[in-house]
């Protein structure tokens, strides 16, 4: 008799929406013999900046890059501080180091996982030059709270909005609130270009600067230069990076931005069956939904209550994997792997909320092509482990 609690096959951690509309968007860039960074990049960044309502959208090859260039534009350096999250991914502090800057932890808060604001400012120094709040999940970080203490010492917020789009914060759209914002277009990401990511500003001075930093530091609108309208002539102002996405991204993303409110309420939708359908099992904490704003579920963060559980975080992954259901983890935090932990000497208690919430995390898979069945699937797994495991 089949076990219903073990699906047939394999469910993926995370897939991408793509379909009929993406291939023909793509073709027509690849019959038009322009294939890199052209007009289809043009008109994604211009639609991207009306959809978040930031003055200036650039566009990269990917969120990483979208931070080192906003991090140079506002002229990080050596020894500087930037106040961030532990709670996160490789590329949120590793382009603070890319300037020789420091990266500052600052704990998180215990529900949303986000930076919290009440303990930033007790880490400013005279070398703080920017705040880099990540919006964990897609959920918003308090941003009042983080602007109001950058406010007061005059330097900006960049947001890492790698999750946040499209999310909002207090009826506005992620993008157009702090002085920079970087979205990322990776794989698994709420929209995706394959590889790929945006910068938005509203700042002409620093849109400007990322712009000819993601080209080789030459002068602006240098891709033109094979067009009709470009001409061979171009000036190198620094020695810059190799960042441009190319129109082929662009024609993926462009389709995906007008799928995104679309593929956003199907993964709302997943995430409110999930939290309906375990809110009667103890041992396994919900994920808050957006107070705040809209949230755009890029993850779907469970926390287990290992008290009430006689198998530990990694079992109960691999319970999972068991029935057929891909989980994850989000995020080991920074300030434990060796190179943070050796560098700037940090140990897992240095931040405790962010160590402690890590242990006990597991990301349950919810994208926009899971069916009933599939969300079902994932539903009747974790309350069949819980069921066999609890205390
Ligand atoms: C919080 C966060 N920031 C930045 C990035 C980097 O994005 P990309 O892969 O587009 O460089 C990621 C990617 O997973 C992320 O999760």
Redesign the pocket.
């Given at each position: 008799m089949p076990d219903p609690a073990r699906r047939e096959t394999l469910l993926p951690f995370a897939l991408p929406d793509l379909d009929e509309l993406e291939l023909r968007e793509i073709k027509s860039v690849l019959d038009s013999g322009w294939i890199t960074t052209g007009s289809a990049t043009k008109a994604f960044e211009s639609e991207f900046a009306a959809a978040v309502h930031a003055k200036h959208a650039i566009a990269v090859n990917?969120?990483?890059?979208a931070?080192h260039l906003a991090l140079e534009a506002l002229g990080l350096q050596k020894g500087d501080e930037v106040i961030t999250t532990p709670y996160?991914?490789a590329?949120?502090a590793e382009v603070i180091r890319y300037l020789d800057a420091r990266p500052v932890f600052v704990d998180v808060e215990e529900g949303s996982l986000n930076i919290d604001p009440a303990l930033v400012e007790r880490a400013v120094t005279e070398k703080t030059r920017a705040i880099l709040p990540?919006h964990?999940a897609g959920l918003s970080a308090d941003l009042d709270g983080l602007q109001a203490v950058a406010r007061k010492y005059g330097f900006p917020v960049v947001e890492?909005a790698?999750?946040a789009f499209p999310a909002t914060y207090k009826g506005k759209m992620i993008g157009g609130l702090s002085d920079v914002t970087c979205f990322?277009?990776?794989a698994t990401?709420t929209i995706t270009t394959a590889?790929?990511?945006m910068i938005c500003t509203d700042n002409d001075r620093w849109a400007e600067r990322c712009r000819i930093m993601s080209l080789h530091g030459i002068s602006k609108d240098a891709w033109k230069r094979y067009s009709a309208e470009g001409s061979w002539y171009y000036e190198i102002i620094a020695p810059g990076y190799k960042y441009n996405m190319t129109d082929i991204a662009a024609a993926m993303g462009r389709v995906q931005l007008r799928k995104a409110s679309f593929m956003r309420s199907k993964r709302a939708r997943i995430a409110a069956r999930f939290s309906e359908l375990l809110a009667d099992v103890p041992e396994v904490q919900l994920p808050p939904g957006g107070v705040d704003g809209e949230h755009a579920w890029h993850l779907y963060m469970l926390r287990l209550h290992l008290d009430r559980l006689t198998i530990d975080r990694k079992r109960f992954i691999e319970e999972l994997k068991s029935r057929n259901i891909s989980a994850s983890v989000h995020f080991i935090p920074l300030h434990c792997h060796p190179y943070y932990r050796d560098t700037f000497g940090h140990a897992p208690g240095d931040f405790p909320v962010a160590y402690r919430e890590y242990m006990r995390e597991v990301s349950l898979p919810i994208y926009s092509t899971m069916t009933d069945r599939d969300v079902d699937d994932v539903i009747a797994a974790v309350r069949d482990i819980v069921r066999l495991h609890r205390t």
């Open positions: 990917s969120c990483t890059a931070l996160t991914f590329a949120t990540v964990i890492d790698a999750h990322s277009f990776y990401k590889e790929g990511g």
